[in-house]
């Protein structure tokens, strides 16, 4: 069989993505650290440790993403490093973030940094972390400051990460920092992570007009299990209504719609953001139940589907590229001018039997969404080496380089060949698509 070469727009940003505590390591300061030494907290009982070991040598996997063809990173900065106290800005570690953003571009990649990405100073979590209105005001003093520091090294920043990833985790299911089970307080740090997020954004701007500045937003694509119920499709659009569309709408429009609020518009909100970055891995699916704790909707998984490795709550990932084209396309629709990132995208898969197939399918996808009009501009697959993957541990593997956290060692597994062979032809070519996509439809 032979199929037709898949190409990307000339200056697609090819890349991968990490995240501060993921991999800088003895990022002590922080909830996370105090949250892996509770019994039971993260996966097999874990820590981060050395995580990777990038503040010592983050630079001998920028060589390996430079190696691989890569033409972007990105990477995220630890606040509890910069501002370790309330207000005390720590110059050595912003100039350690100064050496890792010349690296980046010294070895011809584009870094896009994000300025919150799950982690904050342990003093932000002693004064009621998000939950508290003065954390809006704190965040906004540490993003002017950094984005300052570094904004002749960047002009490409993402706000937050995952917010309602964190609120779900943190505040509704309890399984992550504060551990908190409390809807009200839920939508309280929705609140506060919606306007510390445009806060952010009117400070970048402030003092550096041209930058682009979004966040990275987690879809998944909830749907009801049995499309004729109902009650199943209820509950789906319930999850995506509560998880996607409310933050969303309101950073474009600046209207907070409930449960948020009833009228409440707030001009600070809205057209704050310069492009989409979109995090995407599956497909969910649900059926209706009476538990508001579920919101009533329970996790269901397809018997027949294909799935990644599991955590300790089930299959991380059902295989679905298709879903990534769908997404592409609602962004189209609801920003017609908005340029796309892939901030995330990726599978734990610790023998890579998976990951080269998993990875050609999804950019033929994003490449198929891209020909019908989707303005994508990059593709940052998570993640580059094995890292420290929150709750899990060191339990799913999600790295193009396989790495022992006891040695250090990093050995590329197949995966990175593929993309290495993507990247740097700026398209899929068809020895890739005969091998990993001869069965299936493009």
Known sequence: MTTKPLTFPPGFLWGTASASHQVEGNNSNNQWWAFEQQPGAIWHGDKSGLACDWW???????????????????????????????????HAAIDRYREMLDALRQRGMTPLVTLHHFTEPLWFTRMGGWENGASVAFFRRYVDFATRALGDLCDFWTTINEPLVLIAQGWFLGNWPPRKQN?????????????????????????QPGAKVGYAKHVRLTQGLRPSSRLDRYAAGL????????????????????PLSLTRRDPRLAKTIDFFGLN????????????????????????????SDSGRDGPFSQYDPEGLYQVCQEVRRFRPDLPIYI????????????????????????????????DVRGYFHWTLADNFEWAEGWGLRFGLFEMDPATQVRTARPSAGVYAAIAQANGIPDSLLNQYLAQESL
């Open 56 to 90: 010592a040598n983050a630079e001998a996997d920028f060589d390996r993403m430079a190696g691989l063809g890569l033409n972007a990173h990105r990477l995220s900065l630890e606040w509890s490093r910069i501002e370790p106290e309330p207000g005390r800005f720590d």
């Open 183 to 207: 809807f009200p307080l839920a939508m309280r740090v929705m609140r506060h992570l919606l306007f510390a997020h445009a806060e952010a954004y009117h400070a970048i701007h402030a003092h």
């Open 343 to 374: 901030t995330e995208n990726g599978l734990p898969d610790r023998d890579d039997e998976q990951r080269p197939r998993w990875l050609v399918a999804h950019l033929a996808a994003l490449q198929r969404a891209i020909a019908s009009g989707c």
């Open 280 to 307: 995407y891995y599956t497909r969910d699916h649900l059926s209706f139940t009476l538990n508001p704790a579920f919101l009533f909707g329970k996790p269901e998984y397809l018997p027949n589907a294909e799935h």
């Open 239 to 258: 999850r995506r209504w509560l998880f996607e569309h409310i933050w969303v709408a309101a950073t474009d429009d600046g209207w907070l719609r409930p």
